[in-house]
C-alpha cells in the first residue's frame, strides 16, 4: 500500500472510529436483531428466498426489499460475534475506509495525484457519511410511500415537491450541516403550486446540471477533462435516480444513506475543479468539509434528539425520542414526546402516535386514559361503507391497537374476553397474515375452554410464519392438554430446535405423574393463566416458567 493509500484509509478509518461503540439504532433490531436469516438454525439458501427482514418474499406482509447479499454480511458478522454491535460497526467503517481508498485510486487514473488525494478526502470526510458508516441499515431503502407524504398528493404537488429534493440532496452534499436521521412524514413542506419560492432552487439545481453537461460536450474540451466531467456527472445522476421520487414513490422523502455512491461523483467533480485551479475557495471548502463527526449518535435519545433539533415538523421524531425514553422506563417523559407527536406536529392520522399514547398510560397504570387513547387510534382506521366492496392495506404497525386494547379487556377484572376476541378477528379479517393476532386470539380461546379453535388459529399463523418457535410452542401446550401427547411433543421438539438460544429445558409433570423433558418460551403469560386451574400437569409447568424465565 502506497503512502497516500494509507493515509486515506486512516484518516476515514479514524474521523468514523467513535461508532465503532455505538449500540444497534433505528431499523437495525428489525434488520439484524430480530432477523432469523443471521441464526445457525435458517438455511443458507432461505436467504435467497427472504426480504432484508427474513420474511419470505412470497407472502403478503413482505416488504419486497430483495438485498441477500447485505444479508449474507450480516450472516458472517453473526457467525464471529453473534449480536455484539461493536464488530457489525467496525466492518461498515473498515468498508468505507477501504472504499475511499478505491476511490483515490479511481481518481488517481483520472486527476492529478495531488487533485485525486484532495477529492478522495473529500469524499471519504465528509458528515453526511454518517448515517452510512454507523448504521446497519445502509442501503435498505423502504420502497414503499407509508411515510412520503408527496406520494398520496395531486399530480402538480408532487412532481414539484419531488424535483424540489434534488437542491435539497445537493446542499447536503454541499453544506452537510443540517443532518437528520429520519427525513419522512412532514420534514418538508408540500409545495402546492408555482408561486411557492423553493420551486427557484428546483430551477436553478436542475439548470445547473443542464449547463454541465453540455459544458462537457463542448469540443473544445480536452478528452481527459470531458471523460472526467461525463463520470463525474454520472455517478452523480446515475445511481441517485432509482431513489429521488421522480419516476416512481419510495418510502422516504430525503435519505442520506442514498447520498453515498452519488457523493463519488460529487468529489470527483470537486477535485475536478481542485485540479483547474485549486482557489482558495476551494480550500476554505474543502476544510469546510473535514470537520470532525460529532458523537452524539451512542443511543438512539441522542440520536432523535439531534435529529429534532434540525427536523422539528417530523412526527415520527417525536415517536421516536419517546421510544428511547420508554425504553428507559421514563414514561412520563416519553408520553409528553408522544402527546406532542399527536397534537402539535399536523399529524392527526397518525394511528402509531395515538397507540403509542395508549401504551404509555398502561405503563403507567392508567388504563382507562390508554383505552381512551386506543379509540382515539381506531377511529382514523379506514371504513367500509354498505353496499361497497372494500379493499385496503393496513400497516402491521398499526394493527397492534387492536392486540393492545383486546390485551386491556383480558386484565380486566372479570376479563372481557368475548370484547377481546371480536377486536382480534377484526385485526385478522383487515390482514389475513398478521400473525400477532392470531397468536393473541389463540391465547383468548384458550381462556374460554376452546382449545380445538385454539389450535386452528395457531396453525393458521404456522403457514405464515413457519419458524416462529413461539407458535410451535404455543400449539405443543395445547396439543399436550388436548392429551395429544405425541403430536404435541413434536411441536415442542421443533421450537426447541428453531429457538435453541432462548428456551430453556423444564420438567413437566404430566397428569399420570410421568417426566418429560421440553422446551419453554416465548410469550405465554395468557395460556399460562388459563392453565393453572387444570390440575398437576398445568400448574407445575407455570411454576417452573415463573421460577426459571419471565414470559416475554
Not at 449474507?72 to 466492518?91: A, D, I, K
Not at 468539509?289 to 443511543?299: R, W
Not at 403507567?364 to 372494500?390: C, I, N, S, V
Request: one cysteine or more; proline letters at 5%.
Amino acid at each position: 500500500m502506497k503512502a497516500k493509500d494509507f493515509a486515506v484509509f486512516f484518516v476515514s478509518f479514524v474521523v468514523y472510529l467513535n461508532a465503532i461503540p455505538c449500540g444497534f439504532v433505528f431499523d437495525d433490531a428489525s434488520a439484524v436483531k430480530d432477523n432469523q436469516d443471521l441464526r445457525p438454525t435458517t438455511s443458507w439458501l432461505e436467504l435467497f428466498k427472504n426480504d432484508f427482514w427474513g420474511t419470505p418474499m412470497q407472502q403478503e406482509r413482505s416488504h419486497k426489499s430483495y438485498r441477500p447479499v447485505t444479508v449474507l454480511t450480516f450472516r458472517w458478522n453473526y457467525m464471529l460475534h453473534e449480536l455484539h454491535p461493536s464488530g457489525y460497526h467496525l466492518v461498515n467503517v473498515v468498508l468505507h475506509s477501504i472504499v475511499a481508498v478505491l476511490f483515490y485510486r479511481l481518481s488517481s487514473g483520472f486527476l492529478d495525484e495531488e487533485a485525486a488525494f484532495v477529492s478522495s478526502l473529500f469524499f471519504a470526510l465528509p458528515p453526511v457519511h454518517t448515517e452510512a458508516a454507523k448504521m446497519m441499515l445502509v442501503f435498505a431503502n423502504k420502497l414503499l410511500p407509508f411515510d412520503n407524504p408527496a406520494a398520496h398528493a395531486t399530480p402538480l404537488v408532487r412532481r414539484l415537491t419531488h424535483s424540489y429534493l434534488i437542491p435539497v440532496n445537493l446542499l447536503l452534499l454541499l453544506f452537510p450541516s443540517g443532518l437528520c436521521a429520519d427525513w419522512t412524514v412532514g420534514s418538508l413542506r408540500l409545495i402546492q403550486d408555482w408561486t411557492d419560492p423553493r420551486n427557484v432552487c428546483t430551477v436553478f439545481a436542475f439548470g445547473w446540471l443542464l449547463f454541465m453537461t453540455f459544458w462537457a460536450l463542448l469540443p473544445h474540451l480536452s478528452p481527459r477533462y470531458t471523460l472526467t466531467l461525463v463520470l463525474a456527472l454520472g455517478l452523480m445522476v446515475f445511481p441517485f435516480l432509482p431513489a429521488s421520487n421522480l419516476f416512481f414513490p419510495v418510502g422516504f422523502v430525503v435519505a442520506e444513506r442514498v447520498l453515498y455512491t452519488p457523493s463519488l461523483g460529487f468529489s470527483l467533480l470537486f477535485g475536478l475543479g481542485y485540479s483547474r485551479g485549486a482557489s482558495e475557495a476551494d480550500e476554505k471548502l474543502a476544510r469546510h468539509e473535514v470537520k470532525s463527526t460529532d458523537s452524539i449518535a451512542y443511543d438512539e435519545y441522542n440520536l432523535f434528539s439531534s435529529a429534532l433539533k434540525v427536523n422539528g415538523n417530523n412526527a415520527k421524531m417525536w415517536n421516536n425520542v419517546g421510544h428511547a425514553l420508554e425504553a428507559e422506563g421514563r414514561f412520563e417523559e416519553a408520553l409528553g414526546y408522544f402527546r406532542k407527536a399527536v397534537k402539535y406536529i399536523g399529524s392527526p392520522n397518525d394511528i402509531g402516535a395515538r397507540i403509542n399514547v395508549g401504551r404509555t398510560y398502561v405503563n403507567l397504570r392508567m388504563p382507562e386514559k390508554a383505552e381512551e387513547a386506543y379509540f382515539g387510534a381506531l377511529d382514523y382506521f379506514p371504513k367500509p361503507r354498505k353496499g361497497q366492496t372494500y379493499y385496503t392495506r393496513v400497516a402491521p404497525k398499526d394493527l397492534m391497537v387492536f392486540i393492545n386494547l383486546a390485551n386491556l379487556y383480558m386484565n380486566k377484572s372479570p376479563p372481557q374476553l368475548d370484547e377481546a376476541g371480536q377486536l382480534l378477528r377484526r385485526a385478522i379479517s383487515l390482514r389475513s397474515d398478521f400473525v400477532d393476532a392470531y397468536q393473541n386470539y389463540g391465547s383468548v380461546l384458550i381462556k374460554q375452554g376452546k382449545l380445538q379453535e385454539a389450535e386452528a388459529a395457531f396453525r393458521t399463523a404456522i403457514i405464515y410464519q413457519e419458524r416462529n418457535a413461539d407458535l410451535h410452542y404455543n400449539l405443543g401446550v395445547v396439543l399436550l392438554d388436548m392429551s395429544r401427547k405425541s403430536e404435541g411433543m413434536d411441536s415442542l421438539k421443533q421450537a426447541l430446535f428453531l429457538r435453541q438460544d432462548h428456551m430453556v429445558v423444564v420438567n413437566i409433570v404430566s397428569r399420570s405423574t410421568s417426566s418429560r423433558y421440553v422446551c419453554a418460551s416465548g410469550w405465554m403469560g395468557p395460556i399460562l393463566d388459563s392453565f393453572a386451574s387444570r390440575g398437576p400437569f398445568c400448574a407445575t409447568f407455570q411454576y417452573n416458567m415463573i421460577k426459571g424465565h419471565a414470559p416475554i
